[in-house]
C-alpha cells in the first residue's frame, strides 16, 4: 500500500515507517525535523522535509496517512497552548483536507490515552470512560479525534484512532521531557541522578514502541475505531526508578521535586478491546528496558 507516515522520522513514526518497510509497503515521510532526526529516516523510505501544515502538500496516489506528526510535550502546550493548537488541531485539519483533495482514503491517528481520559474516574480505563483532558495537549489530540470523526461523517473519510499510553523504546529523545524511561536510563548511565516530579507514586503505563508500531501495521484494517494500546500494568515512577536502576547499576536515590501541572496521578488503561482486535502487547518491560 502506498502509505504516508507524518513524523516519520521521529520516535514512534520511524519505528512504524520501519514496520511497513518490511511488510512490503511503499512508505514516505513528511517531517519538518523539529524534534525528529534524519537518523532515524529508514533508506527505503522516500522523505519529505515538510510541515504538515503546508496548504501545498500534494498528496497524490496515497491510499493512507498515518498521521503521528505533533507537538508532544505536554508542559510546553501548558505554556503556549497556541502553538500546541496550531500544530495539533490546524495541522490534523490541514491533512484531512489534503485527504479530501487528494482522495486519500484511510487515515490511522496517534492519541493519547494518558491525555485524553483525564484523571480516570476507574481504573484500568476503557475508551468508554469520560474525556476529560488536564492539558491543552490532551485537548488538542481530542479535538484532532474530533475532527477525523467529521471527516468520515461528512466525506467518508475512514478512520483508526489509537489512544497510547506512555511510549517507550530505542530512538526516543533522553532530552526531550516526553519519555521518562529514556530520560532516566541516559541520567543514570551520565552517573546523575533523576529527577523525579512529586512525591512518585504516581502512576502510568508503559508501552513498547515495537508493540505500538505492530498496532499501526494492524490498524491498516481495523476500521473507524477508536482503539486503547497499553500494556495494561500500573507501574508508579518509584518502581520504574528502581527496575531501571537494577538494570543500569545505578546506587544513587532520585531527586524529588514539585509536582508539575497538566498531569495525571494515576493512570493505566484496558486494551480489552484490542485484544479483541487480535492485537495484545509482548514486550515486558525488562526485555524492552535491556533493548535501549
Ligand atoms: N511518546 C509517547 O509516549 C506518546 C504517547 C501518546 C501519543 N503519542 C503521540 O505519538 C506521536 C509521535 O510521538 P513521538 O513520541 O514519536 O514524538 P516525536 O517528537 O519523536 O515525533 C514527532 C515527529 O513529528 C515531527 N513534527 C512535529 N511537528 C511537525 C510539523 N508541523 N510538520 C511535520 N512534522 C512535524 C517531528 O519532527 C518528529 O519527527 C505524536 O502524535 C504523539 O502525540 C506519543
Known sequence: MKILVTGGAGFIGSHIVDLLIENGHDVTI?????????KNINNSAKFINGDILDKNL?????????HEAAQINVRTSVEDPILDANINILGTINILEKMK????????????GGAVYGEPKYLPVDEKHDVNPLSPYG??????EEYIKLYNRLYNIEY??????????KRQDPLGEAGVISIFIDKM???????????????RDFVNVKDVSKANLMALNWKNEIVNIGSGKETSVNELFKIISSEVGFDKNPIYEKERDGEVYRIYIDYNYAKSLGWIPEVEMDN?????
Do not use: H, M, W
Open 30 to 38: 513528511l517531517d519538518n525535523l523539529s524534534t525528529g532526526n534524519e
Open 58 to 66: 500534494d498528496l497524490t496516489g496515497f491510499e493512507c496517512v498515518i
Open 101 to 112: 483533495e487528494y482522495g486519500v482514503k484511510k487515515i490511522i491517528f496517534s492519541s493519547s
Open 139 to 144: 485537548l488538542s489530540k481530542f479535538c484532532a
Open 160 to 169: 483508526c484512532i489509537l489512544r497510547y499510553s506512555n511510549v517507550y523504546g
Open 189 to 203: 548511565k551520565k552517573g546523575e541522578s533523576p529527577i523525579i516530579y512529586g512525591n512518585g507514586n504516581q502512576t
Open 288 to 292: 524492552g528496558i535491556k533493548d535501549i
